[in-house]
């Protein structure tokens, strides 16, 4: 089992910036994957941005140019750094991770999830 737990929500002003934390920890080898996913009210989960253990990058196109994505596998740690965000990043962030074992399985966990209100 994999426990995550996730930091660094909050309240900014538009064109602030925020900074997301998501710390595995428990039975965390094998971790390959590791993202954020967001929900904003009234609309399905998406997933926002992801890295891969050889760094491997994905951003939604809403976030491009202004969402980085890191990770540290010696903490096993992923941080989402959120800059010039805007109102419709307001969301409930989720951190993610994949956990795969020696025959291909696919293990998904989620962090409880942390509010990022953006104001105008």
């Known amino acids: 089992q994999v426990q995550l737990v996730e930091s660094g929500g909050g309240l900014v002003q538009a064109g602030g910036s925020l900074r997301l934390s998501c710390a595995a920890s428990?039975?965390?080898?094998?971790?390959?994957?590791m993202g954020w996913y967001r929900q904003a009210p009234g609309k399905q989960r998406e997933l926002v941005a992801q890295?891969?253990?050889?760094?491997?990058?994905y951003y939604a196109d809403s976030v491009k140019g202004r969402f980085t994505i890191s990770r540290d596998n010696t903490k096993d740690t992923v941080i989402l750094q959120m800059t010039s965000l805007k109102p419709e990043d307001t969301a409930v962030y989720y951190c993610?991770?994949?956990?795969?074992?020696?025959?291909?399985?696919?293990?998904?966990?989620w962090g409880q999830g942390t509010q990022v209100t953006v104001s105008s």
């Open positions: 890295i891969t253990r050889d760094s491997s990058l």
């Open positions: 428990g039975s965390s080898i094998g971790i390959s994957d």
């Open positions: 993610n991770i994949v956990q795969s074992d020696l025959v291909g399985g696919r293990y998904p966990y």
